[in-house]
């Protein structure tokens, strides 16, 4: 007889507590950070516990994630129209691993700082919440 082991998928509270979760693509969960003032996009891949860094993945998980990452930029990009746009996997405070995909603008409050020093904070709107979360499901194919 073979038991199923497998853990379910637990999306760390931190990250959960910090945004709107948009759903789900290619075993990635795709969230948007409650900071209106910045375009801040989370990917979360669902991977085993320990695997905090992109290089971890397997060849096949690597290019889907990064395939990922490409279109949640395009999608930031065309929907948000930023200057620069920054991704990064940093994981310093929560170890899940997760990417950060970043619009910036000269004028936004913490230009050209990092977005993770701004103390200020401004949440969305239930109504923006709602458009964000209708084109990226369109825009990115999310369940």
């Known amino acids: 007889m073979v038991f199923n082991l497998r853990m379910e998928f637990q999306l760390h509270p931190r990250l959960a507590a910090g945004g709107f979760e948009l759903g789900r693509v ?3 969960r795709v969230l948007l950070k409650n900071q209106a003032e ?7 891949p669902e991977v085993a516990d320990g695997i905090e860094d992109l ?3 397997d060849e096949r998980r690597y290019a889907e994630v990064a395939g990922l990452i490409r279109r949640v930029s395009l999608f930031v990009d065309d929907y948000f129209r930023p200057e620069k746009l920054n991704v990064g996997c940093i994981g310093n405070m929560v170890r899940q691993m997760h990417i950060h995909v970043v619009g910036r603008h000269s004028d936004d409050p913490a230009w050209p700082g990092t977005v993770w020093a701004y103390e200020g904070k401004s949440a969305y709107a239930p109504e923006a919440v709602e458009a964000i979360r209708a ?3 369109e825009y990115l ?3």
Not at 38 to 44: E, G, K, S, T, Y
């Open 26 to 28: 290619d075993g990635c």
């Open 38 to 44: 910045f375009p801040w996009i989370l990917i979360v």
């Open 55 to 57: 290089h971890q993945l």
């Open 135 to 137: 084109a990226a499901r």
């Open 141 to 143: 194919g999310l369940e």
